[in-house]
């Protein structure tokens, strides 16, 4: 809405200083004008008619092609985006055909300037910049140059949420924003700030940030009055420009270096006449070398203020816009102090006019917090609930509250709403291009995942997760969660093949005949078999209407896909390893930061990348004489490296997750071989948790008896035996939460002031326990007994497993295994009687009549 | 539910085979009609059978025999070793607690000693079998004799997983009988068109259910494998903000204008052949203030810079600070640093240093050339002013704190301390 705005109120000024040259402009140059004048007041009908025009004049003009097709795309309710970018596509294409043509030309001798001969020589010094910028900047641009198609291009993609294809797009303007035009550069930031928050690129977003702020020169915005201050600048800067020929383009009206500046540059004017070079070489030195003490303005190339721009674009709007990229930003790399801050500026900023997008992004912040009361009372706040997008967006991330708050099936209320709002939306007419974007049903659908998930509804979720796969599936975690649906699914007997879960967590005693023939034949309840033989062809595609059919290797085969995307993305370089951003990593590995300057290997050490030269600099010397920038700078560099530790934390965490299930996957699907070496991978992982540990070993032992190896199964179970027959507690109720709450939440000092939010996040809440559904330590003492209890059986230690059966009992009266194991102990002894009255005791045990089932033969 | 060990057609299969045992046919004639089927799965029916052997009062005696005969007769087509119930057969024929008519019975089978040639004694009924049986006839040969002769080439034994290999029968005998009575005691058995009484029961009933019931498995230790947790939800939840609408931009661009640049063009061209007039080097800096893109459209290449940097240091410095952010600006620097040492190009550089912040490895190694150029010089009056000169920039360079003078005389030291007037640079920069 904001550029829309600014970009028309921009057209009067334009518009004017156009005016002046009214005599000189040629039919097409007024033509064109027209074009340019119907397609601000969004006639595009009218639009197309002058382009139309225009065409026969200007046969096969790729610009004239351009707009032609934005043009009619408007006109026609934006339906088709997808051939859109095929046009586009293809003017751009033939545009660069055309440049690289004209390119040969000029190589040949041609000057491209009498190319062009529309008009005759205006003196640019006469223009008023700041009005004409924006027309003059373009008549350099080469004839072809195809910036705009470009940034046409990605901006479809980004309506389409083709995050990855839009930055394909963009990149490369990027690295070379230089020569484009302003008002293009600019939106080209904006719309590549966007594409990389929304795929939380953490490092590519400070880039752009940094840039921005700089570039533009709407930064320090912290500064609250700055903006004045800026204005000023760049007034005086006008005013000295058009008498002195500086060379030093920026300088601070306040400054005292400006007139060394300028007696510098005039003396070597002078000079250039003199007779004795090198004496005059020493009295400028001298001059220099005592004036010049390098201001701070001078020394950071960045930081000339791009001033020619449409002052409109740089009013409050862009600074508010900013300040709130900001916030995402910090909210994105999670530094939940300095977004605090930072939304305090942005309020400032807006004063009193509470845009929508603050006030959730205040939520957002109370959310992170785990204030969710707050949180809640913000969402209610927003007056803007009869915009279908924006109550979308609130129910969703009401949603998020509730769940949050444990109260899964509120939650789910809201997410169904979100959808709801979301559906009606697309019918809405007619049809923008925004709408496409809008539509954010897919990130509402994945959240409604993990609340049927929560839930306990495996099969729902899966088909949840499978349908946001069309925009999540370079995320690991979504790849886990849906081997997870897979997992309960079977644990819940939903799956083909499984048993329901009753029979899995009870003993079932056949009995059969009567009186003193009677007999019982005990079921193997437990035994998995039959879940291998329900393999099912995997023939399930990503995103398509055909429903997952939940099975064991199909969450063996979602636990690769994330383990591979993991390793992608580690691998990629230093940048933010962000689950999501893997997918842009796998592609700009290879040139990242490094190729961001091609040119650079010639000259080792060159990097005018802002972000580290500013930050050096501004530390080096000491004097800068803009410490919010520098603060700013180092904020934002700092909020990077902290974001990139928090995700290195995070893919620690989802690997041991995602070995663990494997493992446990490779057990059930009897390959007892690759269970090991997923146990293994687990174990040898830096940084594990002691819960995942005893896990890696539990699963190794396993794995081992099945291989007939049991001296290294006891090995594995082991490591916990502190005496003779007794366990030590693997891990303890600290590791669980720890688990938990593994995430710091405040960027700085932890426990310096952050308050509520650190203290919320340090004791986690009864829900978030509640959801971490694993056993208590004492219960993995006794799965410990068990299994040493088994393995001890197995090797015919009859007594020491006895001894370990009898302590796993008393930890887990419950459980069918441990009384299973005590059963098979006796009746090997030959102690028949015990092993009845056992049988009779436990009350997992289901007797059934066998008359009823004698006849029923499969 | 476990897997069933047996169809229904094979339940039905034994138990009349079992009934039948009773009846006067001959052994042989049993087994015959017992294989015609085809489709029986041997080693199922036989293991159901091993099972009910295992409980010496499940079976009558005969029944037992019949039993063993089939499993034997199963695998009989094979080598003995490659029968999987072979050694459950040399068990029962060395069980001293059994019935001897029955060891023999299974010797028999075995072809043991090759007592009177082969299946004579199959042609009789199981109840002549042991009617007709003469204990002092038949001697009973030590187990590992036994063992030696018939598992002895057995193949190594089939790979079993552990748990597995180790299990026990997972039948129990619980029998319900009144507390103090013998639950073998005949007494319990349902007499035909007796009153049933508690404890009693029908061993047939027994019997078939147990057939119908059996499963391969048997009882084994268990092992606990704890399903992983579920990872926990923490900033997974996907919070929505509203996305900043992007429009599709207009090209300004279109039927533009673009003779505005010409005029710097041609005086950037002219600036490459000799020094331009005052007038027209203010009117390129102008311009070139005027438009920040101009500088990228004004025609200069790298490769054209040390013509500029000689004929128009100040043009040269100007269009390399605006330049300063362009991707290209590294090759201009490369350029730069390589061209010849000239009064210019140190001017140049003198003045980049004090205006943008210029690469560290770039300014060293331009000093670098400067030294080396100073020592290459022939003629010393030129080498004098030189040396001056680069003093004089070195001194320039460390009072703007570009480079640090220790350091960059250290470096000199060794090379240049020779050079007239050194020295006295030195004490003046207060080295």
């Known amino acids: ?858 | 539910m476990g897997k069933k060990m047996l169809n229904f057609e094979e339940q039905c299969k034994i138990l009349n085979l079992l009934k039948s045992s009773s009846e006067q046919k001959s052994i042989e004639e049993m087994l015959t009609e017992f294989f015609t089927n085809p489709k029986l799965r041997h080693f199922n029916v036989c293991y159901s059978l091993s099972l009910l052997l295992q409980d010496k009062m499940m079976l009558s005696s005969t029944e037992r025999l019949v039993a063993f005969a089939i499993l034997h007769r199963s695998y009989s087509s094979q080598k003995s070793a490659a029968n999987p119930f072979i050694s459950f057969l040399v068990n029962a024929a060395c069980d001293e607690g059994a019935e001897n008519y029955e060891r023999a019975f299974i010797l028999h089978l075995l072809g043991f000693g090759n007592s009177n040639s082969s299946k004579e004694f199959l042609k009789q009924s199981a109840s002549e079998y042991i009617k007709k049986f003469d204990p002092s006839s038949q001697t009973f040969p030590q187990k590992e004799q036994l063992q030696k002769q018939y598992l002895e080439k057995a193949h190594p034994e089939p790979y079993a997983c552990l748990l597995k290999s180790t299990a026990v029968k997972n039948v129990l005998a619980d029998p319900d009988v009144p507390p103090g009575c013998d639950a073998n005691s005949a007494e319990f058995d349902l007499e035909p068109g007796a009153k049933s009484k508690l404890g009693s029961g029908d061993r047939d009933e027994a019997l078939s259910g147990l057939i119908a019931n059996l499963s391969l498995e048997g009882l084994i230790p268990h092992w606990i494998r704890p399903l992983p947790p579920r990872f926990p939800v923490d900033e997974e939840l996907v919070w929505l903000n509203p996305d900043n609408n992007h429009e599709l931009q207009w090209d300004q661009g279109m039927c533009a204008d673009t003779s505005r640049g010409a005029a710097v063009r041609d005086l950037i061209a002219k600036a490459l052949r000799g020094p331009l007039a005052p007038n027209q080097q203010e009117q390129v800096l102008v311009e070139l203030a005027n438009d920040p893109k101009l500088v990228y459209h004004c025609g200069l290449t790298p490769r054209k810079l040390p013509e500029l940097v000689e004929s128009n240091p100040l043009i040269a410095v100007d269009v390399l600070i605006k330049l300063i952010n362009s991707p290209e600006i590294a090759e201009y620097f490369t350029v730069l640093v390589n061209m010849d040492m000239s009064l210019h190009s140190m001017e140049v550089v003198n003045r980049l240093t004090t205006a943008v912040e210029l690469p560290k490895e770039f300014v060293r190694t331009y000093i670098t050339n400067c030294i080396s150029s100073c020592e290459n010089i022939k003629d010393k009056y030129m080498q004098n002013r030189l040396v001056r000169l680069v003093c004089v920039f070195l001194q320039s360079l460390i009072r703007n704190r570009i480079i640090d003078g220790k350091i960059c005389l250290s470096k000199f030291k060794p090379s240049a301390l020779s050079f007239q007037g050194l020295e006295r640079q030195r004490v003046y920069l207060g080295c």
């Not at chain 1, 904006?190 to 929304?198: I, Q, S, T, Y």
């Open chain 1, 1 to 858: 809405m904001d550029s829309r705005d600014s970009s028309s109120s921009s057209v009067p000024n334009r518009d004017g200083t156009a005016g002046d040259d009214d005599g000189v402009l040629s039919v097409t140059a007024a033509l064109a004008k027209d074009a340019a004048l119907y397609f601000q007041s969004r006639k595009f009908a009218e639009c197309v008619d002058v382009l139309t025009q225009l065409k026969t004049k200007k046969e096969g003009d790729p610009k004239v092609l351009h707009n032609i097709a934005i043009a009619e795309f408007l006109r026609d309710g934006c339906s088709d985006p997808k051939k859109m970018l095929e046009v586009l596509n293809n003017i751009k294409k033939r545009s660069e055909e055309l440049a690289h043509a004209s390119e040969e030309q000029v190589e040949s001798g041609s000057d491209v300037g009498n190319k062009v001969t529309s008009g005759s020589k205006e003196s640019s010094s006469t223009t008023h910049q700041v009005s004409a910028s924006h027309s003059a900047s373009t008549i350099y641009t080469a004839e072809f140059d195809t910036s705009v198609i470009s940034l046409n291009i990605a901006v479809i993609w980004f309506h389409l949420h083709e995050y990855a294809k839009a930055l394909s797009v963009l990149e490369p303007l990027y690295k070379n924003i230089e020569p484009i035009d302003e008002t293009t550069a600019l939106h080209i930031c904006l719309l590549l700030l966007d594409v990389v928050l929304a795929s939380c690129d953490a490092s590519k977003s400070a880039d752009v940030l940094n840039y921005l702020e700089k570039a533009f020169g709407v930064g320090n915005v912290s500064q609250g009055d700055n903006g004045n201050i800026l204005l000023q600048q760049s007034t005086n800067l006008v005013g000295k420009l058009s008498s002195v020929p500086s060379s030093s383009l920026v300088s601070d009206a306040s400054t005292p270096d400006l007139a060394a500046s300028v007696n510098a540059s005039e003396n070597p004017l002078s000079r250039t006449l003199s007779e004795d070079p090198l004496d005059e070489m020493f009295s400028t030195l001298d001059i220099a070398g005592q004036n010049l003490s390098r201001s701070a303005d001078l020394t950071s190339p960045k930081e000339l203020p791009r001033t020619r721009v449409d002052r409109s674009i740089f009013g409050v709007d862009l600074k508010l816009k900013l300040q709130l990229y900001k916030v995402r930003f910090l909210l994105l790399t999670r530094n939940i102090k300095l977004a605090k801050r930072e939304v305090k500026h942005a309020t400032n900023i807006a004063r009193g006019r509470e845009s929508s997008t603050a006030l959730l992004l205040k939520a957002q912040l109370e959310y992170a917090r785990g204030n969710h009361r707050k949180a809640i009372k913000l969402l209610m706040a927003s007056t803007n609930r009869t915009d279908t997008a924006i109550s979308s967006m609130f129910n969703n991330n009401l949603g998020c509250i509730y769940y949050k708050l444990g109260k899964y099936h509120t939650s789910a209320v809201f997410f169904s709403k979100a959808l709801s709002n979301c559906s009606s939306l697309q019918k809405e007419k007619p049809l923008k291009l925004f709408t496409f974007s809008q539509d954010k049903s897919l990130h509402i659908t994945y959240n409604c995942g993990l609340q049927y998930l929560a839930c306990g509804k495996p099969i729902i979720a899966a088909r949840c997760f499978q349908k946001a796969s069309l925009i999540f599936y370079k995320r690991p975690l979504l790849w886990l969660r849906l081997a997870e649906c897979c997992l309960m699914a079977v644990e819940k007997g939903l799956v083909e093949g499984s048993r329901p879960p009753s029979n899995r967590s009870e003993i079932r005693v056949d009995v059969i005949g009567k009186g003193r023939w009677r007999k019982l034949l005990i079921e193997d309840g437990i035994s998995r078999s039959g879940l291998v033989d329900s393999v099912g062809k995997d023939d399930w595609a990503l995103g398509g209407d055909e429903e997952p059919k939940l099975s064991l290797p199909l969450a063996r085969q979602c636990l690769y896909n994330a383990l591979h995307l993991l390793n992608c993305s580690d691998s990629s370089h230093l940048k933010c390893l962000l689950p999501s951003n893997s997918s842009l990593e796998e592609n700009e590995s290879s040139d990242g930061a490094s190729s961001k300057n091609p040119n650079h290997k010639s000259l080792v050490g060159i990097d005018s990348k802002p972000s580290t030269l500013s930050v050096g600099l501004v530390n080096s010397n000491g004097d800068f004489k803009e410490p919010k920038a520098g603060t700013n700078q180092e904020m934002i560099h700092n909020s990077v490296a902290y974001f990139a530790d928090i995700c290195r934390k995070e893919n620690q965490m989802m690997k041991q997750a995602l070995l663990a299930n494997l493992a446990y996957v490779e057990l059930e699907l009897e390959n007892p071989l690759k269970a090991l070496s997923a146990a293994r991978s687990l174990l040898e992982l830096p940084g594990c948790s002691r819960i995942y540990i005893f896990l890696g070993h539990v699963y190794a032992a396993e794995a081992l008896c099945l291989l007939n190896k049991p001296k290294e199964a006891v090995e594995h179970l082991s490591i916990y035996l502190s005496g003779p027959n007794k366990v030590e507690s693997p891990f303890s109720q600290e590791d669980c939460e720890q688990w938990l709450t593994e995430k710091p939440i405040d960027c700085e000092e932890p426990n310096g002031g952050g308050g509520g939010a650190a203290t919320a996040a340090k004791n986690p809440s009864p829900e978030g326990m509640q959801e971490f559904m694993f056993l208590k330590p004492e219960e993995a003492c006794g799965t410990l007994y068990a299994n040493l209890a088994a393995l001890y059986a197995t090797q015919g230690e009859l007594d020491r497993a006895h001894q370990f059966t009898t302590q796993a009992l008393s930890l887990l009266p419950n459980s069918t295994e441990a009384t299973m194991t005590a059963i098979y102990i006796d009746l090997v002894l030959g102690k028949s009687q015990e092993a009845l009255s056992k049988l009779k005791r436990c009350s997992h045990v289901r007797f059934l009549s066998s008359n009823l089932q004698s006849n029923k033969s499969s």
